[in-house]
């Protein structure tokens, strides 16, 4: 992780601007770019699917306090069974039959509902220590953490791949 910002208004405008750079890439792409496996199998929407996805666990897991297998709908797999590559496995499977327009439509929904609810929550909020349900002691971090991984750190992630596999 980057070093962590210091308000919630230095977050809001990492977070922005780190989306709007993704979607301006992404908005210079064709459908067949969009849709075209770049890494032999996920697409650059399948990477979207897979922001949002983890942009939603951030939103209604650790901030919402939802049960996982609720904001997942991955049947019973929970946070703990299986590990990042295969909860992100799973998530490309649940969600690979989306459409282009689908996970298009998706992400930006998502993107708005994270700046509204970020927007809404108390600063301090933001910089408590918390554990996310189930992990043990070794997993304790502040809340940002989690927030700055699932936003603008995954965006700027994604981006670098997709810039890799289409420069412009």
Do not use: C
């Not at 980057?2 to 780190?18: C, Y």
């Amino acid at each position: 992780m980057s070093d962590t910002p210091g308000t919630k208004a230095e977050l809001l405008e990492r977070i922005r601007s780190s989306y709007a750079a993704l979607n301006a890439l992404v908005l210079q792409l064709s459908t067949a770019q969009l849709t075209q496996p770049i890494d032999t199998t996920w697409s650059v929407k399948d990477m979207l699917a897979h922001i949002t996805a983890w942009e939603q666990i951030m939103l209604h897991f650790h901030i919402g306090k939802r049960p996982f297998e609720q904001v997942t709908q991955l049947g019973n797999i929970g946070y703990t069974a299986l590990n990042v590559d295969e909860l992100n496995e799973a998530l490309f499977q649940r969600d690979q039959a989306r459409t282009l327009d689908e996970v298009l439509a998706a992400f930006r929904a998502s993107h708005q509902a994270t700046l509204a609810r970020l927007e809404q929550i108390d600063e301090a909020e933001l910089y408590r220590e918390y554990t996310p349900p189930g992990r043990g002691p070794d997993s304790t971090g502040v809340l940002i953490d989690w927030v700055t991984g699932d936003t603008y750190e995954h965006y700027d992630e994604h981006r670098a791949t997709i810039e890799r596999a289409f420069p412009l």
